[in-house]
């Protein structure tokens, strides 16, 4: 019994997802039972066409407003009061502008290095000892060079990775809202394309059509 009633149950929901296209094919059904019923005027068959295309053009309007506010622009009465409020005044006030300027300081590195002089008047072990000594420094300083650049190389690398997955993420958002944008009111516009066929052929016809019920 449990599992009939979550079997109904699952029924439902699946009927229910395509609430907005039901709403579509209800509104449309009552439109035509009341056009076409029996004994109604030319007047009530050609004004309920322009009703379905005033819902159809409505539809329209839904989809814009909706995809301005998906990308967070202003909406139509915000657009009018701003251009409203940049009315050219008759006496222009006078506009004071004040600057600042701020000078950064440039940061500078500098690096001090001991280096023996090798004196041509001393004796040879003191002067195998002074080469020695710069021989030594000379390797160290190469070798915090080579520290220096391979640090260097590894902090590019890695902010060259992030900032390639950042922009393939924001690249994937991008596509997404999109994507979002696009598809995401296509069976609104569709409902209102089916609302606007019928409305212009009940507006189009309805002469024929009265003549037909009344024939």
């Known amino acids: 019994m449990n599992r009939f009633v979550t079997w ?5 929901l699946w009927l229910f997802e395509p609430k907005v296209a039901w ?20 007047f009530e068959v050609r004004v309920t066409g322009l009703i379905l295309q005033a819902f159809g053009l409505g539809t329209v309007a839904f989809g814009i407003r909706k995809t301005r506010i998906f990308f ?4 139509v009465p915000q657009l009018f009061f701003e ?9 222009r006030h006078a506009v004071i502008g004040a600057g600042s300027g701020m000078l950064s300081a440039a940061t500078m590195s500098a690096r001090g290095y001991v280096w023996s002089n090798v004196d041509p ?11 020695t000594k710069n021989l030594d420094r000379m390797n160290e300083r190469i070798n915090h060079l080579e520290n220096d650049v391979d640090l260097r190389l590894r902090e590019h690398s890695a902010a060259l990775k992030q900032e390639q997955v950042a922009r393939e993420k924001n690249d994937k958002q991008l596509h997404e809202r999109l994507e979002t944008a696009e598809t995401s009111g296509l069976h609104i516009s569709l409902i209102g394309l089916i609302w606007i066929l019928f409305g212009l052929l009940l507006s189009t016809v309805s002469m024929e059509i009265f003549k037909v019920l009344n024939a």
């Not at 709403?23 to 030319?42: M, N, Q, W, Y």
């Not at 008047?121 to 080469?131: G, V």
């Open 8 to 12: 109904i149950r699952s029924i439902g």
């Open 23 to 42: 709403t579509g094919v209800i509104i449309l059904i009552s439109a035509l039972l009341f056009a076409l019923r029996p004994g109604s005027s030319e």
């Open 72 to 75: 967070g622009h202003q909406n």
């Open 83 to 91: 251009w409203v409020s940049r009315f050219p005044h008759w006496r």
């Open 121 to 131: 008047t001393a004796p040879i072990e003191a002067q195998i000892d002074a080469l």
